[in-house]
């Protein structure tokens, strides 16, 4: 058990959180208990996960993409007061944590990706040096690649460019960071990887010859959020559980 304001002030100093402009507020976004014993992780605080957490009698849910964006309406109505309302009902507290959960060097999404891809990261570059630039330790056709990348999400990955092509370096951000594909095309790698795509994609990949691998939002961002509540239970001596709620997005 922790004291929760303990364990905010531990994530936020892991995830160096005050280094990141975001579009959302990271760490607590709904208080609940004043102390944590059980924690569930997902990638979205969707209602189905939120239920998950009460079945579970979690003090604490702790996702990557949880409440209040910029570009969303401000008023507690609709689905967020059925989420809310949950939340406050079981009096469990609601952990978000955005762009320094895709950041981190070792618990990260993208550094997450890079053990999956089997991959070496020697930079990062693009917004907020969030993209993470490297080398497979095991070059593969963009095909072969495709394939490696789906069976590591458990999804299908979609490629774009030369099946043929061989891939030795590689760009990657998870989540819907394809608008990053011509800048990772200017760097030289072979192929980028993000989670969405768009349909400059396909126009950049038949134009620059770096083809580009879109893996899935959700799929991309999965393994952070694991990483992060299984350290922090390791930390603290907490019971994590991550609970994935299937998203073919």
Same mark, same amino acid.
């Given at each position: 058990?922790?004291?929760?304001? @303990? ?6 100093? *892991? *995830?160096?959180?005050? &280094?990141? /402009? ?14 944590? /014993? &059980? ?19 979690? =003090?604490?849910?702790?996702v990557h993409h949880g ?7 401000? $008023? ?8 809310i309302k949950l939340l406050?009902? +079981? ?10 959960? =895709?950041?981190?060097?070792? *618990? ?13 990261? =020697? ?5 907020? %040096? ?6 497979? /330790? ?11 990348? $789906? ?14 092509? /061989?891939?030795? &370096? ?17 760097? $030289? ?31 991309? @961002? ?8 299984? +350290? ?5 001596? *907490?019971?994590? &559980?991550?609970? =994935?709620?299937? %998203?073919?997005?």
């Amino acid at each position: 058990m922790v004291k929760l304001q @303990e364990l905010l002030d531990y994530t936020q100093q *892991l *995830l160096a959180v005050e &280094r990141y /402009r975001d579009y959302a507020p990271n760490g607590l976004q709904v208080e609940g208990k004043g102390e944590v /014993r &059980r924690i569930v992780s997902g990638v979205t605080a969707s209602l189905a996960l939120l239920e998950a957490a009460v079945d579970r009698k979690a =003090d604490a849910v702790l996702v990557h993409h949880g409440y209040f964006w910029k570009s969303e309406p401000a $008023g507690v109505v609709g689905m967020k007061q059925r989420r809310i309302k949950l939340l406050l009902r +079981h009096d469990i507290n609601l952990l978000a944590y955005h762009l320094p959960l =895709d950041g981190h060097p070792e *618990l990260g999404n993208n550094a997450q990706l890079a053990y999956l891809l089997e991959a070496e990261i =020697d930079n990062w570059f693009g917004e907020q %040096n969030l993209v993470a630039e490297g080398r497979l /330790r095991k070059p593969a056709t963009l095909a072969e690649l495709a394939e490696r990348v $789906g069976n590591a999400l458990g999804r299908p990955a979609l490629p774009l460019g030369d099946p043929a092509k /061989r891939v030795t &370096r590689i760009a990657w951000c998870s989540g819907g960071a394809q608008g990053m594909h011509y800048e990772a095309a200017l760097r $030289g790698v072979d192929a980028y990887i993000s989670g969405e795509v768009s349909e400059q994609n396909a126009h950049i990949a038949a134009e620059t010859g770096v083809a580009y691998l879109a893996a899935g939002h959700h799929a991309t @961002e999965k393994f952070g959020v694991q990483a992060l509540g299984a +350290h922090l239970a390791e930390q603290f001596g *907490l019971d994590h &559980r991550f609970v =994935d709620i299937a %998203n073919p997005v």
